[in-house]
């Protein structure tokens, strides 16, 4: 296979995931189709293992190992849903995982890297870089490093929520999805260019963190300053090398939403739909909701995932 | 048909139900079974249109009317699940709805009730009694009195949780069903001993309301002060006549739970599922996840709706 994201490697992807990852279900609100002026599909990562879409990359991704890198192991650098991803596919392949985490990260989501049975190595994200610590640990003890989502089977992971959309809701004509570093569009457009070509995909970020909606702008990956965003999953500073080549490309657009929109996105969850939705996961529905894009026909919404802190939680739907 | 509750009339309500209610999906966790020892199915009734499975009923029950009590209209008193989902239901079919709400009751729910279409008729609570004031309306002007559980068109519209059941998993051998006014466990029960007579239905009332479990010990309706409970969906005071009669008859028995494990089960939901679910909701969750019922085979839990203010929410989920 030659190394770019192909819809082979995408439809590779969803040939191991099966009986492995779930197949999300797809939700529909007559409120929300009201609220929206057109039919709205909802794509429920947040019903996917682990608690968000990071799962099926990870799965993928370490499902092409060799057999030697599967027998010394992999690293990865991650306080959320990259990690806990990596941790479980690495569990069910019988493969030892390292995950580096900033010391101060978040109790729960550290137990839940844990819980999978990852060996958790912290840093001190004020003198250290993680992917310093992660790539001296892979060198050190001959680990393969897991990226974020710089990576073609990581990408082609991610992709295989756009086969499942086109299987789900064939009729669409847009898909809205997140953008960090920009695995999860790139894979999903490039499933979506391929199984169903009449439809756009348009990309979402926070106006806070959108890196790569200047870098479309600008016609090369920009830098921005670390983005002060309620959306921890989308906190890049700059899009990555190999997804950015994708997504510029592929994406039709790319939008901005305020930190204000994505509370409301996620209230709505929470009171019309009865789902939890973390901040990154509400990013494209608050595109919708806000108007940020104009939804003219039937309209597939990406939710990434529902890992949140009870009192995050808490504050954003009772505020 | 007979004035009583048999498969056939829960039959004919799942026929009247196609493409108005939702079928709601039944959902699993590989933790949740960890956990409870057994493998679990989770019907979601809080994706029911409203929120809760009080649709079903409220619907079959609007749909049976003559053309003259039609045209006449219905009166239902309710601060909550039943006044929305007799709202919904009446605009559906065309039909005019006052519904007796609590002149201290939550704005949010008003909201919705009135949302739905629903004239309001606030009653003062601390002066006057609910069905008092909705037999003077429903006297006065002619209307029909929609019971919110004492009614065999409301048990079998909620039965159809249970027909859903036998096709979505049909090896349980035992379903959890909450008990308030009984309807729904009348409904399920019928339904579940039609359809898998094999399985076992058992109610799950909070330990606080307990009139239910109670009668069940001593043969016959017990009358029990005003419960208190977080589980405001289960605060009967005393079984239904009609209910009771079936419910003695097909529930293999009543268990009760603790506050806090109906708490527990609410920030399981959270945490794990993603999914927003009320505390009348979680109480038979809470009855497998606490040990009250111990699951050996495969079992069937009906949560039946998540209807929760957002500051009521946070506070369970973060405490």
């Known amino acids: 296979m030659t190394d770019e994201l192909t819809?082979?490697?995408?439809?590779?992807?969803?040939?191991r995931l099966v009986g492995v990852a779930r197949r999300t279900p797809v939700l529909t609100s007559a409120t929300l189709d009201l609220r929206c002026g057109a039919p709205i599909v909802?794509?429920?990562?947040?019903?996917?293992?682990?608690?968000?879409?990071?799962?099926?990359?990870?799965?993928?991704?370490?499902?092409?190992?060799?057999?030697?890198?599967?027998?010394?192991?992999v690293v990865a650098f991650s306080s959320g849903n990259h990690g806990a991803a990596v941790a479980l596919a690495a569990r069910l392949l019988r493969i030892s995982a390292v995950v580096v985490v900033p010391a101060n990260g978040s109790r729960a989501k550290l137990a839940a890297i844990e819980g999978y049975g990852a060996e958790l190595r912290r840093y001190d994200p004020a003198t250290e870089s993680r992917e310093e610590v992660a790539a001296a640990i892979a060198a050190d003890r001959g680990?393969?490093?897991?990226r974020p989502f710089d990576d073609y089977d990581v990408m082609a992971g991610q992709g295989t929520i756009g086969v499942e959309l086109a299987d789900q809701a064939p009729d669409v004509e847009l898909v809205l999805v997140p953008v960090g570093g920009g695995g999860l569009a790139?894979?999903?457009?490039?499933?979506?260019?391929?199984l169903m070509p009449g439809a756009a995909v348009i990309g979402v970020?926070?106006?806070?963190?959108?890196?790569?909606?200047?870098s479309m702008r600008a016609g090369h990956r920009v830098t921005i300053p670390e983005p002060d965003t309620i959306a921890d999953g989308l906190r890049a500073t700059e899009p990555g090398e190999k997804t950015f080549a994708v997504n510029s490309r592929l994406l039709k657009d790319v939008v901005t939403v305020t930190e204000d929109a994505v509370v409301d996105a996620m209230r709505f969850c929470f009171e019309r739909l009865k789902i939890v939705v973390e901040p990154s996961g509400a990013v494209p529905l608050a595109a919708v909701l806000s108007g940020?894009?104009?939804?003219a026909g039937r309209t597939a919404v990406v939710l990434l995932?529902?890992?949140?802190?009870?009192?995050?939680?808490?504050?954003?739907?009772?505020?």
């Not at 790139?186 to 391929?194: D, F, N, P």
């Not at 926070?206 to 200047?214: C, L, R, V, Y």
């Not at 940020?292 to 939804?295: E, F, K, L, N």
């Open 7 to 15: 819809m082979e490697r995408v439809l590779g992807a969803a040939a």
């Open 42 to 73: 909802l794509k429920a990562e947040l019903f996917q293992r682990t608690g968000s879409f990071k799962f099926r990359g990870a799965y993928n991704r370490l499902s092409v190992l060799d057999p030697a890198q599967r027998a010394a192991g």
């Open 143 to 146: 680990l393969t490093l897991i």
């Open 186 to 194: 790139a894979g999903v457009s490039t499933a979506i260019t391929g």
């Open 205 to 214: 970020e926070p106006a806070a963190a959108s890196d790569t909606a200047q």
């Open 292 to 295: 940020a894009v104009g939804a």
């Open 305 to 319: 995932g529902g890992n949140i802190a009870p009192a995050d939680f808490a504050a954003y739907v009772a505020r």
